[in-house]
C-alpha cells in the first residue's frame, strides 16, 4: 500500500520558533509537494520539489523554505513561526504525469498552531 | 488560480447517483480534467481524470462534454462515506506543470 507519511498529526510552537514539518513518501517519487490549507481558501501549493536538491516556489512560498536531500524525504521549514502561519500542511508526491496520469498521493496533513 | 467552477454544496441522497458538476470553459487542447475528493480531516484522494472521452473507474464515472467546456463525475450510488469536498481540476498532460491548482470545490453532503 502506498504511503505518504507526516512527523506529527498536531504541532503547536510558539512565535518566532523555527519549525520542521517532515514528509516521507515509500514510493520512489521524483515530486513532492507542500500545500496549506486553510478555511475559505482551499489548498494553495507553498514550494515543490521535482528532484533531488531541487525546487520550485508555489504560489505561497513566502516565510517558508523547503528541503530535498534525499528523494524521499521533503522538509518544510518555517525559519521563524508567526500566528498566521497556523494551519493545516499537507505533504504529497507523484510521479512525472505521462499521458495525463499524474496521481498526486497525499499524507494526513499536520494542523501547526503558532501562539 | 484555479480554471474551474464548481457549485459550493450539493445534496445527495443515500443511494442515488450524485452528479457534481464543473466548468471550464478556458481549457486548452492538451489539458486533463482531474477529480480529487477530501473526507473531513484527510488528504485529498484522486478519483478520476479524462481528456475528452468518457471515463469510468471503480470510484465513480467522469462525462466530459463535447466542446470540453464542462464535466461531471457522476458516483452512481453514493453512501454516507462519500460525504467530502470535491475538487475538479485542470492541468496539462505529459510535459505540462507538475503542479495541480486546487479551487474551492464542492461539499458534498450524502443524507441517509
Known amino acids: 500500500d502506498v504511503k505518504v507519511t507526516q512527523s506529527s498529526r498536531y504541532l503547536v510552537k510558539r512565535t518566532g520558533e523555527k519549525v520542521f514539518l517532515e514528509c516521507v513518501q515509500d514510493?520512489?517519487?521524483?515530486?513532492m509537494f507542500w500545500y496549506r490549507q486553510d478555511p475559505g481558501l482551499g489548498l494553495r501549493l507553498i514550494y515543490f520539489s521535482y528532484d533531488v536538491k531541487m525546487k520550485e516556489k508555489g504560489d505561497i512560498p513566502e516565510g517558508y523554505s523547503v528541503s530535498r536531500e534525499k528523494k524521499e524525504r521533503f522538509s518544510l521549514i518555517l525559519e521563524s513561526a508567526s500566528t498566521n502561519q497556523t494551519s493545516m500542511y499537507l505533504c504529497?508526491?507523484?510521479?512525472?504525469?505521462?499521458?495525463?496520469?499524474?496521481?498526486?498521493?497525499f499524507g494526513p496533513g499536520t494542523r501547526l498552531t503558532v501562539l | 488560480d484555479a480554471k474551474t467552477t464548481q457549485p459550493p454544496s450539493m445534496d445527495c441522497a443515500e443511494g442515488r447517483a450524485a452528479n457534481l458538476p464543473c466548468n471550464h470553459s478556458t481549457i486548452s487542447g492538451n489539458e486533463y480534467v482531474y477529480w480529487y475528493r477530501q473526507i473531513h480531516s484527510q488528504g485529498p484522494q484522486y478519483i478520476i481524470h479524462g481528456l475528452k472521452n468518457n471515463e469510468t473507474n471503480e470510484m465513480a464515472s467522469l462525462i466530459i462534454t463535447e466542446d470540453r467546456k464542462s464535466s461531471t463525475l457522476i458516483l452512481p450510488h453514493a453512501t454516507l462515506r462519500d460525504t467530502a469536498v470535491y475538487y475538479c481540476?485542470?492541468?496539462?498532460?505529459?510535459?505540462?506543470?507538475?503542479?495541480?491548482?486546487f479551487g474551492k470545490g464542492t461539499k458534498l453532503t450524502v443524507n441517509p
Open positions: 504529497a508526491s507523484s510521479s512525472p504525469a505521462r499521458q495525463g496520469y499524474n496521481e498526486q498521493f
Open positions: 514510493m520512489d517519487h521524483e515530486n
Open positions: 481540476i485542470v492541468r496539462g498532460g505529459a510535459g505540462g506543470s507538475e503542479k495541480l491548482v
